[in-house]
Antibody
Framework: QVKLQESGPGLVKPWETLSVTCTLS????????WSWIRQSPGKAPEWIGY???????????????NYNPSLEGRATISVDRSKNQFSLRLTSLSGADTATYFC?????????WGHGTMVIVSS | DIQMTQSPSSLSASVGDRVTITCQAT??????INWYQQKSGKAPKLLIY???NLETGVPSRFSGSGSGRVFTFAISSLQPEDFATYYC?????????FGGGTKVDIK
């Protein structure tokens, strides 16, 4: 049974960069679509983006990403094959980025989710 | 972006009641909609995919229907463990978008 576990800093300051990581257990990071979704308190989930790693050894064909334009280019998702992890980097943080960040597998639907990691942006 | 409008935003119901939730898309999404259940402090859980398909392990009292722009999610006989918030989500186009949610609580 595939399991996902997020890890994050908990508290970050405005204008800093957030890094959160999702570790995959009992499955392969290769040839699946992995997403980040966030949810501000009392709000609906918001899709951030996805990454797909084909396992191809050619760098150009290796990974595909797609991001929500609402993040205005601040989000980057990457994969670390050696650790079976994928990560989200979100720059120029503000209070509007305070949320629980979830990682999930995307197969048209988000069928497997992590438990989420709460991130508070505050000075 | 495709906007998903859920109604009602909240409802109160009793154990054994039939509950229905509607989700309307701003454009035709054929059957590209999923439904999730979220309990307080937990991640959403997939219940219905592709408008009407029950995810493995989900009780048959949950169902989904509809196509095009208007979709319905139903619980045939509400159980105590069903009190939660429910979300629809479209996957026809990026960005993937969720409805605003329907909170189901105890009458």
């Amino acid at each position: 049974q595939v399991k996902l576990q997020e890890s994050g800093p908990g508290l970050v300051k405005p204008w800093e960069t957030l890094s959160v990581t999702c570790t995959l257990s009992h499955g392969s990071i290769i040839n699946n679509y992995w997403s980040w979704i966030r949810q501000s308190p009392g709000k609906a989930p918001e899709w951030i983006g996805y990454i797909h790693d084909s396992g191809n050894t050619e760098v150009y064909y290796r990974q595909t990403t797609n991001y929500n334009p609402s993040l205005e280019g601040r989000a980057t998702i990457s994969v670390d094959r050696s650790k079976n992890q994928f990560s989200l980097r979100l720059t120029s943080l503000s209070g509007a980025d305070t949320a629980t960040y979830f990682c999930a597998r995307l197969v048209d639907a988000f069928d497997i989710w992590g438990h989420g990691t709460m991130v508070i942006v505050s000075s | 972006d495709i906007q998903m409008t859920q109604s009602p935003s909240s409802l109160s119901a009793s154990v054994g009641d039939r509950v229905t939730i509607t989700c309307q898309a701003t454009e035709d999404i054929p059957n590209s909609i999923n439904w999730y259940q979220q309990k307080s402090g937990k991640a959403p859980k997939l219940l219905i995919y592709e408008a009407s398909n029950l995810e493995t392990g989900v009780p048959s009292r949950f169902s989904g229907s509809g196509s095009g722009r208007v979709f319905t999610f139903a619980i045939s006989s509400l159980q105590p463990e069903d009190f939660a918030t429910y979300y629809c989500q479209q996957y026809l186009n990026f960005p993937l978008t969720f409805g605003g949610g329907t909170k189901v609580d105890i009458k």
